[in-house]
């Protein structure tokens, strides 16, 4: 059974930073990818960032490209989404995913496994 812890989440003033962790047991990486998405109330859940677990390729949505940076801890089964310049429109409930095969997708259909999600909200 696949389990995940994720943390990092929080209230933080707009232009702040977080750095979200996900730790994934049950789950091997040899190949596959990590997602990052985020829903907010009434909104879609919509991919943030993502990397394939093997050659560290990755994504970024346009809205966060230069401000967050996601990466992954081979050794401790673990990925990583550090989050700067945050604004009111990053407020959302954000979840880490699993793909077991192949790259990184942009959808969330493509993601096996699910993390219980944490909480960003940006005050301004």
């Known amino acids: 059974q696949v389990r995940f812890v994720e943390s990092g989440g929080g209230l933080v003033q707009a232009g702040g930073s977080l750095r979200l962790s996900c730790a994934v047991s049950?789950?091997?990486?040899?190949?596959?990818?990590m997602g990052w998405f985020r829903q907010a109330p009434g909104q879609e859940r919509e991919i943030v960032a993502a990397?394939?677990?093997?050659?560290?390729?990755?994504y970024y949505a346009d809205s966060v490209k230069g401000r967050f940076t996601i990466s992954r801890d081979n050794s401790k089964n673990t990925g990583y989404l550090q989050m700067t310049g945050l604004e009111p429109d990053d407020t959302a409930n954000y979840y880490c995913?699993?793909?077991?095969?192949?790259?990184?997708?942009?959808?969330?259909?493509?993601?096996?496994?699910w993390g219980q999600g944490t909480q960003v909200t940006v005050s301004s």
């Open positions: 995913a699993v793909r077991p095969w192949r790259s990184y997708t942009t959808s969330a259909d493509d993601y096996l496994h």
């Open positions: 049950g789950h091997t990486f040899s190949n596959g990818a």
């Open positions: 990397i394939n677990w093997s050659d560290g390729g990755t």
